[in-house]
DNA sequence: CGCAAACTAGACAGTTCTGTCTATTTTCTT
DNA sequence: AAGAAAATAGACAGAACTGTCTAGTTTGCG
């Protein structure tokens, strides 16, 4: 009886392996067996792990949320003290992020759009990771004493995730720094 | 030996019915035979007009691409003349869409989401739409002669982006009005 | 060692997928 | 009215899909 979410090195391993995959090609566009097939390991153990095909997914999300936000935090934190750099770090870390070999886009965004439906459990999954990134955008903007800082963070998130559609779209990385210069304005309007 | 693009009643309907099920679920999502049953139109109707699903899906989103600019060209011209107020309006157009009843994300979007390679024909159409929405900016903004009337485009395009993915994620309008809010606060500085 | 948990291969069910083909009927045009 | 074009129903191929089940093997731990 396997524990739903015991730590294993086999269930670890079909993460990247699924992962990969979902992410370079879809998640409707690869089938289970594919998976399992470049993972080499055998049906059962992905389903003595993950109930369905949908929670393998929403656990991936959860995963990648998590290491998602870290890496900003990291990011945000290597920029130093100043509230206005820690701020546009983030649109550092977002061009960095597009130029690396295998930036596919959004995996939420992407998710959002494979599952349209407001009530699917994989697009609420999807969304949940859009807001929390929101409140640290906040959180950040509160810092650099934005008048408005809910709504400074409300627009900086319009910006990141417009940044993200475009360099899906053309595979450059101009959109974070048209993004950064935006927000360096908007910030300097909210402070000054 | 139906020519490829002739228009005909059966096409309209055949693309009407696929239009419905893709956007309401999405490309992937739906098949081949739920649109025909749907549709009450025989197979080979469909692969009389079009060659794949592929092709369909191309179709569609040309077809989508057209109405939906002339759709922001309608609401611009009634904007009036003033440049400032005719840039604006594009946003009021995004709070109404964002508003009716069958809303549901931007299909360019999904599309560039579920076929995420780049030199897929639907990936390659999706984009197209966006950049020469983008394009349609430009030539408001140079209206209203903002410095940088391009680089102010692309920021537009940006929040436009951006606050689809979050309408679709909130089911809101509010995404609109903060795009539009710094839309304006923006068109200011670069013409001020 | 010995046992229990985890993993294996692979068959299997039942559905769905895109696309092709045929043979028949409807529809349009002249 | 006659012939051409378009649409029909439905079988069919061949593959892929998720998820279940069984029976045997490996692994880890006390």
Known sequence: MPAAETA???RDHLMATAWRLFYRDGFR???IDLILAEAGVAKMTLYNHFASKEELIVALLEKR???LRASIVETVEAAGKSPTKRLLA???WLEEWFGG???NGCVFIRALSEYPEASHAIHRTAWNHKVAVKEMLAQLCEAAEAKNPAGLAETLSL???GAIVAAHG???TGAARSARATAAALLKLATG
Do not use: W, Y
């Open 8 to 10: 294993s090195p086999k």
């Open 29 to 31: 566009a690869v089938g």
């Open 65 to 67: 949320d998590r290491e």
């Open 90 to 92: 983030v649109f550092d």
């Open 101 to 103: 070999a295998d930036f």
């Open 159 to 161: 910006l990141i995730d």
């Open 170 to 172: 053309t595979r450059e």
